[in-house]
């Protein structure tokens, strides 16, 4: 990728310094007005910086690292943190008004929300192995306290399932992660260098590939579990379900993506070394499970956050299954379905979170007629929902398309349970969205304030992409599709 101009420093430690400064301040400040609007403005302040990622220099050093591939990943989690932020501030006037979340629970709230962002943004700049498990462990742990925050019984048991299932994978993960210092040991000597991923890059045709294989095994395992990949993705129904919708809108859009990035720089460690098993199989039978599970679970639902919960499943595993297919289109495909997916899904709870507020429930079987009680809202789920089921024009079409000829292309005998899965998650989610948006209304409360802008600009953009992708784009995804292999 060419870069045009260059910033005089690294902007990363600014990238990490501001959420950090934020989480401190919004654990001070009592008034929720306030809170929600310094929790906007320095979530936008964050995605300005990352946005001079864009003109800063590709520097490596002990422990932070800004290339290509994690500029992709931080100004999307970023702009998704920004938007949510937004969203979140409406959301959560309501609950503060219904008596379900106290002002405490909203300092707290407010607060977590920002060492979630900076715990994300971390993973994704570290250069070193073991900061970036600490990074997803505290990301992780974040998210488990904000899942419980309306303590009820139910948010109590998604919140322990998460911390359950979640520690098993960063335990896998710490695992794998303590294998590649090993295997680097020998030929890096003792030290933190062991742990420095461009380092591990350098001399990772000299590694031990039997014992790097081991590695990659537990590391797929371990950091497949925060990304929903079957069959150890049970915690994220539960956790979509019970915890507030800003929340499952930030483990759908960005922590998702955080953890499939750890993977893709584990794959790149053992595509360097060509003695090592191949990692595309791995990932391609975990995408290609997920994605079939998903598609069949989708049709037994009747919760509407379980039921976008496992659409993020379904998504991830074709995620999966691209950059496991590899090859120029392919990761192509998969970038930009993370992208979309990113985008498309935030958007879908954000009217989802607000469609459950006006409904009194998140029961699919209480949510009919949306169109014609809340127009707004109603027709913006339905056009987010033709999104991400891959209708024409929205990106996620495009994104689809590339990834199922690439892979009759390569992989025919994989195609047609990709295409077979594809089109049994279409067919769920259209069978759904008739109920929610068309028909008599159901009862509901008209009384909430929702906020629409975050849901339009996303919509906006994800029908945008898939009529047009402006040429600079399309040339740093080739570029970063390149550096995937």
Known sequence: MTVLATLPFNPAPVILAIPAVAAVLLALIPSYRVSAALNVGACALTFLTALSLLVAPRVAGPFLIVDDLNIVFVVLNTFVALTTSVFSASYIAHELETGRLTPLHLRFYHAMYQVLLAAMTLALVSNNLGVMWVAIEVATLTTVLMVGLYRTEAAIEAAWKYFMLGSVGIALALFGTILVYMVAQPVVGEGPDGMVWSVLMQHARNFDPALLNVAFVFLLLGYGTKVGLAPLHAWLPDAHSEGPTPISAVLSGLMLNVALYAVLRFKLLLAAHPGTLAPGPLMMAMGLASLLLAAFMLYRRRDIKRLFAYSSIEHMGLIAFAFGLGGPVANFAGLLHMTMHSLTKSAIFFAVGHVCQVKGTQKLSDIRGLTTSHPALGWGLVVAVAAIAGLPPAGVFMSEFLLVTSAFAHRPWLALPLVAGL??????????????????????????????????????????????????????FRHVAGLLG
């Open 423 to 476: 089109l049994l998650a279409f067919g769920a989610l259209m069978l759904k969205l008739s109920g929610i948006a068309f028909g008599a209304p159901s009862p509901g409360n008209d009384k909430v304030k929702a906020s629409h802008l975050p849901m339009t600009v996303h919509l906006a953009l994800v029908l945008a992409a898939g009529l047009y992708l402006p040429p600079p784009l399309v040339a740093w």
